[in-house]
């Protein structure tokens, strides 16, 4: 079946960085969408991306839709403490939404 | 404009219990999905309902099921609960021009724990 791999799996953050991350999949999507997650909370919607190439950013949150269609990635600029959570990738295709595992970020000890 | 609402937030059932869950969408959204979450699998789409009517079902056994009101508002509904169903069940809506591989808005979910 369709699986999509997001990677890190997680990572620490210092205040002021910017982090990076992704997700690719051996199946073509028709649309890709990040979500985070606050603990006992449900995804909330970060960005939609509809076509290949699509490069949209959301305040200090970019991302974009890989040009093959098997993948996107999302930037964070400049982090700042709330940024901390699990942020999820999920690639849309024919009535079907698929999640990658999630990257969570920490602030760095 | 109001978001999705699930409710209960927080359930506690034994095995063999079965369980309704609800989800009110956001106005105006008709189509509506279900997802388990747990921290081994992520999330897992269930099935989503349109106008009522099934629309797409994912990989879960027959003792999952659900149904969709007219007002759009939908209930899930496990039954025979087995350990394993311990979850956070979330509900998706997405807009009028779009279904379950666009833009879904979920509500914070229902935890369920099956003792």
């Known amino acids: 079946g369709q699986q999509l791999n997001q990677s890190p799996q997680s990572m620490f953050i210092q205040e002021g960085e910017d982090v990076s991350m992704n997700c690719t999949s051996s199946?073509?999507?028709?649309?890709w969408l990040w979500y985070k997650q606050d603990p006992g909370e449900g995804p909330v919607l970060l960005i939609a991306?509809?076509?290949?190439?699509e490069l949209t950013s959301n305040g200090r949150l970019t991302a974009q839709f890989g040009i093959t269609r098997k993948d996107s990635f999302l930037n964070i600029s400049a982090s700042i403490p709330s940024d901390v959570g699990i942020y999820f990738c999920?690639?849309?295709?024919?009535?079907?939404?698929?999640f990658g595992k999630g990257t969570k970020l920490s602030v760095k000890p | 404009k109001a978001g999705v609402t699930q409710t209960p937030r927080y359930l506690i059932k034994t095995r063999g219990q079965q369980v309704t869950l609800s989800c009110s969408p956001i106005?105006?959204?008709?189509?509506v999905s279900w997802y388990q979450q747990t921290p081994g699998q992520g999330l897992q789409f269930l099935f989503e309902?349109?106008?009522?009517?099934?629309?797409n079902k994912g990989n879960f056994p027959g003792r999952f099921s659900g149904r969709q009101f007219s007002n759009s508002r939908s209930e899930m509904n496990v039954s025979t609960l087995e350990l394993g169903d311990s979850a956070l069940y979330l509900c998706?809506?997405?807009?009028?021009?779009?279904?379950?591989?666009?833009?879904?808005?979920f509500g914070q979910g229902t935890r369920l724990t099956v003792v």
């Open positions: 998706a809506s997405s807009p009028p021009s779009g279904g379950v591989s666009s833009e879904a808005f």
């Open positions: 199946s073509i999507f028709n649309t």
């Open positions: 991306l509809y076509k290949a190439g």
């Open positions: 999920a690639g849309g295709s024919q009535g079907n939404l698929i």
């Open positions: 106005s105006g959204h008709r189509s």
């Open positions: 309902y349109f106008s009522e009517t099934q629309r």
